[in-house]
């Protein structure tokens, strides 16, 4: 599952006015939003259901073959992370239950007392050099070499993928597991993304898009690779910068 944020109370939103605000803004875009609970057990949902007033919330749950939401509902202790645009959202499900309707199963809550908003460009961000490295290689058969996507841009918090205009190789909404992304030749790192939002690539003949993802569960051995090749980069780029 996606690892909770720390929270600082710098970033923590407590006015019910804006909290109702931002669900909203999640429900008119029908961002996807990522249910956490016990290590493990994680679940993609969308906002169908928000009542200010009454204090009501609800969140669509899709095919859900292993039971994951009767776990989440009883382990008491669910979190939501949703994304809009570079901004994370994050805040705690309290007394959720799951009903069941004609649309399917849905969890119901209130809504929460506080909200944590986190920027996500806070996370320095480097451009690759290189056209072939780093990028990302997806599962594949036993004999047969997985596709590689190229990353466009990489931060110890996520990255962004180049996809053909005609191809959606990860699901929305849904953690990929068992990726690969190699930073270069002698490094690759084992990985979970979470896809957040696609935009086109400006300016791209061939109607690239652009693929934002989140890393999830980075354990600290790739974090450290991770954060050391961004940290390269970036002196790598300034040194080209004082050449040029």
């Not at 309707?101 to 806070?122: C, D, I, K, S, W």
């Not at 110890?156 to 992304?181: C, F, H, K, N």
């Not at 002698?186 to 690239?208: E, F, K, N, Q, V």
């Not at 002196?235 to 004082?242: C, H, V």
Request: aromatic share 4%; glycine share 8%; charged share 20%.
């Amino acid at each position: 599952m996606t690892a909770p944020e720390a929270a600082p109370e710098e970033f923590r939103v407590a006015a019910p006015a804006e909290i109702a605000a931002y669900l909203q803004q999640l429900q008119r875009e029908g961002a996807t939003v990522l249910l956490n609970g016990p290590p493990g057990q994680s679940l993609a949902s969308r906002i169908t259901a928000l009542d200010a007033a009454s204090n009501v919330l609800g969140l669509e749950i899709g095919a859900d073959p292993d039971g994951i939401s009767q776990s989440l509902v009883a382990s008491a202790e669910i979190t939501a992370v949703a994304y809009i645009g570079a901004i994370k959202l994050q805040f705690e499900l309290e007394g959720a239950v799951l009903v069941s309707g004609e649309q399917g199963a849905v969890l119901r809550t209130g809504l929460p007392e506080r909200l944590y908003r986190f920027q996500r460009r806070h996370a320095f961000r480097v451009q690759p050099a290189g056209s072939v490295y780093p990028r990302v290689v997806l599962p594949g058969p036993v004999d047969q070499p997985g596709r590689a996507l190229r990353v466009l841009d990489i931060s110890i918090g996520g990255l962004a993928l180049a996809l053909p205009a005609d191809v959606s190789p990860l699901p929305d909404g849904r953690t990929s597991e068992g990726l690969v992304l190699e930073l270069d030749r002698m490094t690759a790192l084992r990985i979970a993304l979470l896809p957040h939002h696609t935009s086109p690539i400006a300016g791209d003949p061939h109607g690239m898009r652009q693929l934002g993802c989140a890393f999830v569960d980075l354990d600290a051995a790739a974090s450290r690779s991770l954060q050391v090749y961004v940290d390269q980069t970036q002196k790598r780029r300034r040194l080209l910068k004082l050449d040029a």
